[in-house]
């Protein structure tokens, strides 16, 4: 696979369920730009170790809108934004990119992706239930993976 950005053959294969990709160890969270966001290795067989993170951005201004992103060699592939604006309207969708340089796609999830209800608060059950799900859209198996919660108040 390349080594800089990430190609069609990338996409297409990472977001297909011949990949295997595998988040594991612990979900290591850090402030970044006034969210918390947690991040994780995934391991993919012709990947190198760390070409693969998936990340879980959680911004406790606006916790119902949490977006789990997957970077491939530090640059974002696709997301699942839950409950985030999109051309004037607000609806959990994934965007992703088929190369590095191409301009994101738009998609709304299945009807069937889990709600979560706009609001002043999320509990940490349903943040770890809806960043797994998302993580599932986005072919990558988190089994191994340590869910922490975000730490508590606002990030500095």
């Known amino acids: 696979m390349g080594t800089n950005g990430f190609t069609r053959a990338d996409t297409g294969y990472l977001l ?9 160890g612990d979900l290591l969270w850090k402030p970044r730009n ?15 170790e760390d070409d693969l993170i998936l990340e879980i951005n959680y911004r406790p ?3 119902s809108e949490p977006t789990i ?3 491939v060699r530090g640059e974002i592939m696709a997301r699942v934004d ?23 796609i738009t998609e709304p999830v299945p ?3 889990i ?10 059950d349903l943040l770890r239930r809806v960043s797994r799900e998302a993580a599932a859209l986005l072919h990558v198996d988190t089994s191994a993976l340590e ?3 975000p730490p508590e108040g606002r990030p500095r």
């Open 61 to 63: 201004k606006r916790p």
């Open 111 to 113: 009807a069937t992706f």
């Open 147 to 149: 869910w922490t919660p």
């Open 34 to 48: 006034g969210a918390w966001r947690g991040a994780v290795a995934v391991a993919c067989a012709g990947y190198d």
């Open 16 to 24: 297909s369920d011949q990949s295997g990709a595998c988040a594991y």
């Open 115 to 124: 709600t979560v209800p706009l609001g002043p608060a999320i509990d940490d």
């Open 82 to 104: 839950v409950n985030g604006q999109h051309s004037g309207q607000r609806f959990t969708h994934m965007q992703y990119r088929k190369t590095s340089g191409e301009p994101e």
């Open 69 to 71: 992103v997957y970077l």
